[in-house]
């Protein structure tokens, strides 16, 4: 049962705004989404904006606190639904990603606000899902819905809607440079599939256990082999600025990360950065290969478990495990991959659009695969990808404190949201 629509008054000027920024905010980024442009959007001077936004800062504050506030309201009016919680969820994930204007966003660049306005964002986000935990766990006291992490649940439910609201942001915007530039999905088969698999999940046999066999990430932490190995400890320097430029990439953008935020952040100076990696253009380039490199270790892993004869089902749980793992493990904080991409050289954007290609291509097949074989359900692997993109990429952000000691739990958690869905598994 969709949520009853409220007669909505002509949007203000105001919102006008809100809707223009959030809309280039979705696209471009902090960093290249200008106030003219803004401006031009809805046909107003720069000037005029600033009766309504002291900055552009401001401005980014004002478009995540309203993109949080709906998702708050609309989970709220979720429940209230006379429907089993299942069909509530379901109504949550289809009212915001069917809203006219882009006023859910992903909250990609939160870190780059003053502190008291980050504080009240996230503050705001964690109001969001705890309305969508207390939903799911009322959904579990009533049998309508399994056991599960009810408060890592709603962040992953969370996730996918605000990366579905993005795509849909994508939509007839050319020349944009994303992981899905050679893929046109619908936005309503999305949204589909999305309801689907949160609901029913992909597993084929969804009462099958899958036990923990994560892959081992310590190559990917490249140490010194003593206090002597110069070369070594020169690698390790290396690799500490790009995990800490990553980290801070993945939080408060590109454009809003100076090398002198880099190189605060890591005690040292910015002649170290210059020696160790280069500049920012280098450290971002540097960052993105090393994305890509520990994407490829993971499935080349996958691939070596295969080949020896590996349970196929169960190597490609827990790769789909490690590599959440990785993402959320601060001793490698991999980029986001769509992180910083119009900020990238020529020839980098040709680097990163083959790895997409080849990394896609990897998914097929191991999509096809396993749906041949029954343990996977009949569904279109690039629609699957996105939503599970979307269900993981929160990991990076720093949304939520996640202790070491409680790290493989979560992304278990995560993992299982859609894989087996949210309904009882008896």
């Given at each position: 049962m969709p949520i009853q629509p409220q007669t909505e008054p002509k949007r203000s000027r105001h919102e006008s705004i809100l809707d223009s920024a959030a809309f280039q905010l979705a696209n471009?980024?902090?960093?290249?989404?200008?106030?003219?442009?803004?401006?031009?959007?809805?046909?107003?001077?720069?000037?005029?904006?600033?009766?309504?936004?002291?900055?552009?800062?401001?401005l980014v504050y004002q478009v995540y606190k309203r993109s949080c506030d709906i998702l708050v309201k609309t989970a709220e009016a979720s429940a209230r639904l006379p429907v089993p919680v299942p069909g509530q969820i379901a109504a949550f994930i289809a009212e915001v990603t069917s809203r006219p204007q882009t006023d859910v966003i992903a909250l990609n660049e939160v870190g780059m606000l003053a502190p008291d306005q980050q504080s009240e964002v996230l503050a705001r986000y964690e109001d969001a899902v705890g309305a969508l935990a207390a939903l799911i766990t009322a959904g579990t006291a009533r049998r309508e819905l399994r056991?599960?992490?009810?408060?890592?649940?709603?962040?992953?439910?969370?996730?996918?809607?605000?990366?579905?609201?993005?795509?849909?942001?994508?939509?007839?915007?050319?020349?944009?440079?994303?992981?899905?530039?050679?893929?046109?999905?619908?936005m309503e088969r999305l949204v589909e599939v999305a309801i689907d698999l949160v609901v029913n999940g992909w597993a084929?046999?969804?009462?099958?256990?899958?036990?923990?066999?994560?892959?081992?990430?310590?190559?990917?932490?490249?140490l010194p082999d003593s206090a002597f190995d110069r070369e070594g400890l020169a690698r390790a320097k290396r690799t500490e600025i790009l995990t800490t430029?990553?980290?801070?990439?993945?939080?408060?953008?590109?454009?809003?990360?100076?090398?002198?935020?880099?190189?605060?952040?890591?005690?040292?100076?910015?002649?170290?950065?210059?020696?160790?990696?280069?500049?920012?253009?280098?450290?971002?380039?540097?960052?993105?290969?090393?994305?890509?490199?520990?994407?490829?270790?993971l499935f080349d892993q996958y691939a070596k478990r295969l080949s020896m004869g590996d349970d196929p089902f169960d190597a490609h749980v827990n790769h789909l495990r490690s590599s959440a793992l990785a993402v959320s493990d601060p001793q490698l904080e991999p980029l986001r991959l769509a992180v910083g991409l119009p900020d990238l050289q020529e020839n980098e954007r040709a680097a990163y659009e083959e790895f997409v290609r080849c990394?896609?291509?990897?998914?097929?097949?191991?999509?096809?695969?396993?749906?041949?074989?029954?343990?996977?359900?009949?569904?279109?692997?690039?629609?699957?990808?996105?939503?599970?993109v979307g269900s993981i990429n929160w990991l990076a952000k720093g949304l939520m404190t996640i202790e070491t000691e409680n790290r493989v739990h979560i992304v278990t958690e995560v993992i299982d949201l859609l894989r087996l869905g949210l309904s009882p598994l008896d």
């Open positions: 471009y980024g902090v960093g290249n989404a200008t106030l003219p442009e803004i401006a031009t959007c809805i046909g107003i001077t720069r000037s005029a904006i600033y009766y309504y936004a002291k900055s552009k800062e401001d056991r599960c992490d009810a408060r890592i649940a709603a962040h992953g439910i969370v996730s996918i809607v605000q990366q579905l609201c993005m795509i849909k942001g994508w939509e007839g915007i050319t020349g944009n440079l994303s992981p899905l530039v050679d893929v046109h999905l619908d084929g046999d969804r009462a099958r256990a899958v036990p923990l066999d994560l892959i081992d990430l310590a190559p990917l932490n490249d430029a990553s980290r801070m990439f993945n939080r408060r953008g590109v454009s809003s990360t100076t090398l002198d935020d880099i190189a605060a952040e890591l005690h040292a100076t910015k002649r170290t950065l210059y020696h160790h990696v280069g500049d920012k253009q280098e450290i971002l380039s540097a960052c993105h290969a090393r994305s890509r490199e520990i994407t490829n270790f990394v896609g291509a990897r998914w097929q097949q191991t999509h096809a695969a396993l749906e041949a074989t029954g343990h996977l359900r009949a569904l279109d692997a690039d629609v699957m990808g996105s939503i599970h």
